[in-house]
């Protein structure tokens, strides 16, 4: 009888094409999608248009991206829609409140009625509109503040719900513990002002605030320096709590500028399927002082110490996240 070597053992011939079979129908199987998606790789743009402030939410395994722009201009909010978070298809508009300066919005599921929170910026004007899934349409349902930006929703662990915006005038980033997704409770609280040197290089702002909880405390994303300005960078801080007090990471920014790449700023957190955290946000075209802007998608980590680290690449292959497309894992 010949014996062939599988696995570094002498085994039958008939033996060793029956383990032969078996390894290339795995291999073309569940093994193979897996291997396929760890070496997918994209790059900077994310997707074409000037678009920025960019939020990303997951259900049903089908990923939605609203941003600032591309409705005549800032005049409403548009879906984008995809699987894997790099290859993006262009939907419809589903916020169009008839005001102008559709700004920043922030999209949140209600797991207890399954209804969708659009939490809005019109006008200089912080508010909530709600839908029935997640391509809208969404309808103006309360304002919440005046001279305010930038409201983002986040709900804890144990279900209470903060509001996070920044006021108007002076950038003062607050937040406002809520009852329900459209009901305030209490009074805001400030939170952060522009202080350190690089919140103030082009204009005093600290803006676009986004939540993370990672080892049981809440790390404040923020955007510092004028939006418009080639300056414009993140930072973070930290609390013990979501209503702080909050101190600042003392390596800020963590993502800014850098030999052709300009603006990096305002943008949300999401995990893939491998538990990384990927930051969307939006980069200037050009150093000039101007609105010309584009989405990107960059890493975001966290050392053994809990420090957390960015960066902003553009024209630079890197892996994709990684997505299983049967839509399970933690990016919801």
């Known amino acids: 009888m010949r014996r062939l070597f599988a696995f570094g053992l002498a085994v039958p011939e008939s033996l060793a ?5 078996v390894c290339c129908f795995a291999c073309n199987g569940p093994c193979a999608v897996r291997a396929a998606e760890s070496q997918r790789t994209f790059q900077n743009p994310l997707l074409p248009g000037n678009l920025a402030d960019p939020t990303v939410i997951r259900h049903g395994g089908i990923f939605y991206l609203y941003a600032t722009g591309e409705v005549d201009g800032d005049n409403g909010t548009r879906a984008y829609t995809s699987t894997n978070l790099v290859d993006w298809e262009k939907g419809p ?40 899934n997640p391509l809208g349409p969404f309808t ?30 002076g950038f003062h980033i607050s937040v406002q513990a809520m009852s329900g997704p459209s009901e305030p409770s209490g009074e805001p609280r400030p939170l952060l002002r522009p ?33 418009d300005t080639p300056n414009y960078a993140v930072g973070y801080a930290i609390a013990d709590s979501p209503l702080g007090p909050f101190t600042r990471a003392p390596h800020n920014p963590i993502v800014q500028r850098s ?11 999401i995990q893939d399927d491998a538990g990384q955290w990927w930051h969307l946000y939006h980069q200037k075209a050009n150093d000039r002082v101007e609105w010309n802007r584009f989405l990107c998608l960059d ?22 996240p990684v997505i299983h497309t049967n839509g399970t894992g933690p990016a919801q």
Not at 144 to 168: K, M, P, S, T, V
Not at 197 to 204: A, F, I, L, N, V
Request: aromatic share 16%; proline share 6%.
């Open 299 to 320: 890493r975001l980590w966290f050392d053994v110490e809990g420090r957390l680290f960015g960066r902003a690449t553009r024209g630079q292959a890197q892996p994709a």
């Open 195 to 227: 202080e350190s040197e690089w919140e103030k290089r082009s204009g005093q702002v600290t803006e676009g605030p986004w939540i993370i909880k990672h080892a049981g405390r809440y790390y404040l994303l923020y955007s510092g320096s004028g939006a």
């Open 140 to 169: 103006m349902r309360r304002k919440f503040f005046d001279q305010a930006i930038d409201a983002h929703l986040f709900r804890d662990e144990d279900g209470r719900l903060y509001l996070y915006y920044a006021q108007l005038p």
């Open 17 to 21: 094409i029956l383990i032969w079979i």
């Open 93 to 132: 508009v589903v916020f169009r409140p008839g005001k102008p300066h559709v700004w920043a919005p922030d999209v949140w599921r209600d797991p207890a009625s399954g209804r969708f929170y659009l939490y809005y910026t019109v006008d200089q004007t912080v508010g909530v509109a709600d839908a029935n």
């Open 259 to 269: 030999e052709g790449l300009f603006g990096p700023g305002h943008g949300c957190a």
